[in-house]
């Protein structure tokens, strides 16, 4: 069983900058494909930025590409998103997920074991 915790979520104005942090508790962090997921009232949940365990390779969709980056530290079990030139519609909650097993992108809710609760990030216009 993997637990993960959010933090760093809050209200930004438009054009600032946010970072999440995920804490992992996992014996085996280190073979576990990340991500962040956002969703906003009403929306379905999305994918914003994965990394993979067996390569560290990173995969964006182009609503985020060049603004947001993923990141892990697999010595703490943390991994994190930077978020930069914030806009309204980044608006969401944000929730980390982790998937065990596979050497491919995985950009899809269903195929994340593990969640978190969940982190506010609010951006004003």
């Known amino acids: 069983q993997v637990q993960l915790v959010e933090s760093g979520g809050g209200l930004v104005e438009a054009g600032g900058s946010l970072t999440l942090s995920c804490a992992a508790s996992?014996?085996?962090?280190?073979?576990?494909?990340m991500a962040w997921f956002r969703q906003a009232p009403g929306k379905e949940r999305e994918i914003v930025a994965t990394i993979r365990a067996n390569d560290g390779r990173t995969y964006y969709p182009d609503s985020v590409k060049g603004r947001f980056t993923i990141s892990r530290d697999n010595a703490k079990n943390m991994v994190y998103l930077q978020m930069n030139s914030l806009k309204p519609e980044d608006t969401a909650n944000y929730y980390c997920?982790?998937?065990?097993?596979?050497?491919?992108?995985?950009?899809?809710?269903?195929?994340?074991?593990?969640w978190g609760q969940g982190t506010q990030v609010t951006v004003s216009s």
């Open positions: 997920a982790a998937r065990a097993g596979g050497i491919y992108y995985y950009t899809k809710r269903y195929e994340y074991d593990y």
């Open positions: 996992a014996p085996t962090f280190s073979t576990y494909h």
